[in-house]
């Protein structure tokens, strides 16, 4: 029976999990994109600067906000890749049974931060939103807009791997810390 309960517990927890996956996904696809236009645009600025002597004043706002998009998307992926910062040096002193603990502690400060980049971000484009951004002629709380992004998608995968892990997934499996087999002594020649 307890066997059933679990079964139908994860279901939910496995159709949310399929959708955060795709919009992770569209999060990496977007990020690689603007890394590939930020990239062009520097390109064209240099070249014109240097070749044609004459530097459109856009380019560099633009790759500037571009950059400020990869970085936010990217960072949420890293939240829910499990590649964003945490307690990992302790991990390998502590006992095997505080890994879990470590994790969601620091799943937990992730939603925090997610959190605090979508409050203070909105505050950020509601007090710029009113000012004008010269080179593109764009609401000047555009230059804020990913933070808010990036720390919705941040508080979104944090929120799942805290309830995955709740549900009983195990979602820490860490290959770094599988045991190693010991490595055979090196004979002298």
């Known amino acids: 029976m307890a066997t059933g309960s679990v079964k139908s517990e994860t279901q939910p927890m496995a159709r949310v999990s399929a959708v955060l996956s795709r919009i992770?996904?569209?999060?990496?696809?977007?990020?690689?994109?603007?890394?590939?236009?930020?990239?062009?645009?520097?390109?064209?600025?240099?070249?014109?600067?240097?070749?044609?002597?004459?530097?459109?004043?856009?380019?560099?706002?633009?790759?500037?906000?571009?950059?400020?998009?990869?970085?936010?998307?990217?960072?949420?992926?890293?939240?829910?890749?499990?590649?964003?910062m945490g307690f990992d040096v302790l991990l390998y002193v502590l006992p095997k049974g505080s890994k879990g603990a470590l994790r969601m502690l620091s799943d937990l400060i992730a939603l925090g931060f997610g959190f605090g980049m979508v409050w203070y971000g909105c505050k950020l484009v509601g007090l710029t939103w009113h000012t004008i951004i010269p080179a593109l002629e764009l609401p000047g709380g555009f230059d804020y807009l990913p933070l808010?992004?990036?720390?919705?998608?941040?508080?979104?995968?944090?929120?799942?791997?805290?309830?995955?892990?709740?549900?009983?997934?195990?979602?820490?499996?860490?290959?770094?810390?599988?045991?190693?087999?010991?490595?055979?002594?090196?004979?002298?020649a």
């Open 24 to 84: 992770c996904d569209g999060a990496l696809y977007l990020a690689g994109i603007g890394m590939v236009a930020m990239t062009a645009l520097v390109a064209y600025q240099v070249f014109s600067r240097f070749v044609l002597n004459s530097s459109p004043s856009w380019t560099e706002t633009s790759a500037i906000m571009l950059m400020n998009w990869f970085i936010f998307l990217g960072a949420a992926v890293g939240v829910r890749e499990n590649y964003h």
């Open 148 to 188: 808010v992004a990036g720390g919705v998608l941040i508080c979104l995968f944090s929120a799942e791997r805290i309830a995955q892990r709740w549900s009983g997934l195990d979602i820490d499996k860490d290959i770094n810390l599988e045991d190693v087999p010991e490595m055979p002594a090196v004979q002298e």
